[in-house]
């Protein structure tokens, strides 16, 4: 089997160089409004500037830097209105689903749905762990509700929204470190009223979890 590290390794330059650098950005190791230098980003990686420049193109044309002459590459901040909207669309989503696997869920899932909360647990209590990974934790759970619902357009969707998703996750977590067992012990409450098919608090605890995001941020000004 090969390891992470050889398959890294076997990777395209341009593809290593995206993929550190969108970490960066994603983890705010990098903060936003930075300004970024090809050259150093190219000793850093230990490359040439090549397939660090197309490495920012592609970041530039998702969105998470933007280039021009008079100020070189900069990172991107988010803006209020589009956590905003993230958030809608989450609600929108979210709410769905729960609604339609509450009490619809077979024992394999009962039981996905419980190792992953157990994983995400030990993951918390671990003083060892990263906040990236932590977030993760976080987005697994969602995720696998999703998977749940068994919708393939409804998955596509939200894998799509996978980078906005740990931004703003890793920008709670980073601003309220306590919110990661708050979560958690938000994310037991509703699994409990969905294997209990319990539709009504299933969908009000959903959107209650999604919501206080809302009210963190504008609490920290985002």
Excluded: W
Excluded at 94 to 123: S, T, W
Excluded at 147 to 176: C, P, T, W
């Amino acid at each position: 089997m090969t390891s992470k590290t050889s398959a890294k390794q076997e990777l395209p330059l341009k593809e290593q160089a995206y993929l550190h650098i969108k970490s960066l950005v994603l983890t705010e190791e990098i903060p936003v409004n930075s300004f970024l230098s090809e050259r150093s980003l190219a000793e850093q990686l230990g490359m040439s500037k090549t397939p660090v420049r197309l490495a920012i193109e592609r970041l530039e044309h998702e969105g998470f830097v933007r280039v021009s002459p008079q100020q070189g590459i900069v990172v991107v901040a988010l803006s209020f209105e589009e956590i905003l909207d993230f958030i809608e669309y989450r609600l929108a989503l979210e709410c769905f689903v729960v609604e339609r696997i509450a009490g619809n869920l077979l024992e394999p899932q009962i039981k996905a749905l419980q190792n992953q909360l157990k994983e995400q647990a030990q993951i918390i209590g671990q003083k060892s762990s990263k906040r990236e990974d932590l977030v993760l934790a976080d987005m697994a759970f969602h995720r696998l509700l999703a998977e749940f619902k068994g919708n393939k357009q409804i998955s596509q969707a939200l894998e799509r929204q996978q980078d906005m998703l740990f931004r703003v996750a890793n920008r709670i977590y980073q601003k309220h470190p306590t919110r990661t067992e708050t979560s958690h012990n938000e994310h037991e409450a509703i699994a409990q009223a969905i294997i209990e098919g319990k539709k009504d608090e299933a969908t009000r605890l959903i959107k209650e979890h999604i919501q206080k995001i809302k009210s963190l941020l504008i609490g920290s000004n985002a």
